[in-house]
């Protein structure tokens, strides 16, 4: 099969996120015998690369019909459209698609993360624009009101018009349903794949492993709830005296976090900035993620990688996904900021069950393999032929 990856943003495998899932996609097809081109629709010139023996298109987006001549040359069967979301960037791909070529859409967030976080979205959005006034419970009650009538029209319209519908998660099929009831007929056509992964090959039992938590991610308050990161960090300081926090990663809050620190006189706290963070994982014992959503969750997999347990708010459906509770990870009800000190005093404590979670933990990334990855994907492939 000639497979086309969709996105519009500059391939860089190094950026995380869909690039990265992208890059990781292209070798995984191509490995099994498809040919694949990727296509970066964005505001730059024309232009054709390579990026390890597979061609990467730059188009101008002023210039779409270039798409459609990209797409005819290369005979491509099936474009993946890493923009699954959009509306706009559907219809344009059914436009100039040639046709009997088959479009799968993949959604790279949980379905209900405006729904279940209108209430902290809507607030930051109005104190951003200084018309906090405007926050009150008629006019949310009206946004979300309207942000259930979009999502049934633009949902309901791409899984309708496309070939197949990939999310992260089969668990968020019945967030879907939940926010766009009438997907209830096209059922056949969604799935659920998770991001794929390469596991380093350790030895988990002779990682240099010190009393550290790290924390790998932006710096925000929205998605990553870095606010309860430190409220449940300065609850394990003075419990805690051998540990160490570690804060990988930069975002609007990190000054606040900062002065929050000097402040309570949190002095054990780090803050690394943007860096490769595999050296940490490997000497870190425990990963905190504190988010109120996630389209899947990369870092859980990643600390995995390299036995540094997790542990996170049960606060999305893919979550109970990649961490079964206290098997190779932890769930805490969210957003109990007590809980969460409590079980991450219980690891601390407990050296024996946190090497025992660790080595589960690493076990784990394997449901995530490159070879599990395509399995999925082969059985989309034979849904569209």
């Not at 051998?242 to 054990?268: A, H, I, S, T, Y």
């Not at 990688?305 to 805490?332: K, Q, R, T, W």
Request: net charge positive; aromatic share 12%.
């Amino acid at each position: 099969m000639n497979i086309a990856l969709f996105l519009t943003r500059e391939l860089d495998p190094n950026a995380g996120g869909v690039q990265r899932t992208t890059s990781k996609l292209a070798k995984i097809f191509e490995a099994q015998k498809h040919k694949v081109i990727i296509v970066s629709y964005i505001n730059d010139t024309n232009s054709v690369k390579d990026y390890e023996g597979i061609k990467l298109f730059q188009v101008n987006e002023r210039e779409p019909s270039a798409l459609k001549k990209i797409f005819q040359e290369e005979q491509i069967d099936c474009i993946i459209n890493q923009m699954g979301a959009s509306l706009e960037l559907t219809k344009l791909l059914l436009k100039v698609k040639p046709r009997d070529t088959k479009i799968i859409n993949t959604l790279r967030i949980n379905p209900l993360n405006f729904y279940d976080n209108h209430k902290n979205t809507l607030k930051d959005f109005f104190e951003r624009k200084k018309i906090g006034f405007l926050n009150t419970y008629i006019t949310r009650k009206i946004i979300l009101a309207y942000h259930i009538f979009r999502q049934n029209v633009e949902l309901g319209f791409i899984v309708k018009n496309t070939d197949a519908f990939v999310m992260l998660s089969e668990k968020f099929k019945p967030e879907l349903l939940f926010l766009v009831p009438k997907l209830k007929k096209y059922l056949h056509k969604i799935h659920g794949i998770g991001n794929p992964f390469l596991r380093p090959e350790l030895d988990i039992k002779t990682l240099p492993k010190e009393n550290i938590v790290v924390y790998v991610g932006s710096l925000n308050i929205r998605q990553k709830r870095v606010d309860l990161l430190l409220e449940i960090w300065e609850k394990l300081h003075a419990q805690s005296p051998d540990w160490k926090f570690w804060v990988l990663g930069e975002g609007p809050e990190k000054k606040n976090m900062e002065e929050f620190c000097k402040k309570n006189n949190l002095d054990r706290i780090h803050f690394f900035g943007n860096v490769n963070p595999n050296d940490y994982y490997k000497k870190a014992k425990i990963f905190h993620m504190t988010s109120a959503f996630e389209g899947f969750g990369n870092v859980l997999i990643e600390a995995q990688s390299y036995g540094c347990v997790p542990m996170l708010f049960d606060s999305y459906s893919a979550a109970s996904d990649i961490v079964y509770h206290n098997e190779n990870g932890i769930l805490v009800q969210p957003f109990d900021c007590n809980e969460y000190a409590a079980e991450t005093k219980k690891l601390m404590d407990n050296p024996e069950k946190t090497s025992e979670l660790a080595l589960n933990a690493y076990e784990n990334v394997l449901r995530f393999s490159y070879e599990e990855t395509y399995k999925k994907w082969e059985k989309v492939f034979e849904t569209i032929k």
